[in-house]
């Protein structure tokens, strides 16, 4: 059995073809002058959000310590369905949709409590040697995880928004 699937709930659980964080909380100063969650913040929920995937993944701050290797983001879309108040309560998931020889695809829904999609995002991650600041291949053992990950990830539906263009409609 691969290391991701015997997690605890707390740091993420496979429901409804979803891999979902713990549940977060939007904050009082969260809150912009328009009485919703400002832009910015759902940027701080989908990072903390995607924890559970990253850890499940092995990457942290351990594995940057113990190998000098670590994860960086290289490109984020965010879009805004919804709006989002004080208090609301929201679970993010993670799925991933390709992955690289050293940088992975991945897409996150933040899925409020009472069952709609508040956001969503999708991102690249590149795997980054530390010392050099320099993008390089993931190693055989993270390839797997990675590899594994997507396998179960690729049974559920790809989600219509993932790849599309960005624009203004008519």
């Not at 929201?90 to 690289?100: A, E, H, Q, W």
């Not at 795997?127 to 690729?154: F, S, T």
Request: charged content about 25%; glycine content about 8%.
């Amino acid at each position: 059995m691969t290391q991701y699937l015997d997690h605890s709930p707390m740091e993420g659980e496979y429901l409804n073809g979803r891999f979902l964080s713990p549940e977060l909380v939007v904050r009082p100063e969260w809150i912009d002058f328009n009485g919703h969650l400002n832009m910015a913040y759902y940027g701080v929920l989908f990072d903390t959000g995607c924890n559970h995937g990253f850890t499940a993944l092995g990457f942290g701050e351990a594995y940057r310590r113990d190998q000098g290797l670590t994860t960086m983001m290289a490109d984020l879309r965010i879009r805004y369905l919804r709006e989002l108040h004080e208090g609301d309560r929201v679970r993010c998931s993670f799925r991933i949709v390709k992955v690289g020889s050293r940088a992975f695809h991945f897409c996150q829904e933040l899925i409020h409590t009472d069952g709609w999609v508040a956001a969503t995002a999708e991102a690249v991650n590149l795997h980054v040697d530390i010392a050099q600041r320099k993008v390089v291949p993931y190693g055989e053992e993270k390839r797997k995880l990675l590899d594994d990950m997507a396998k179960i990830h690729a049974d559920w539906p790809l989600p219509d928004w993932v790849g599309a263009d960005l624009g203004v409609r008519s």
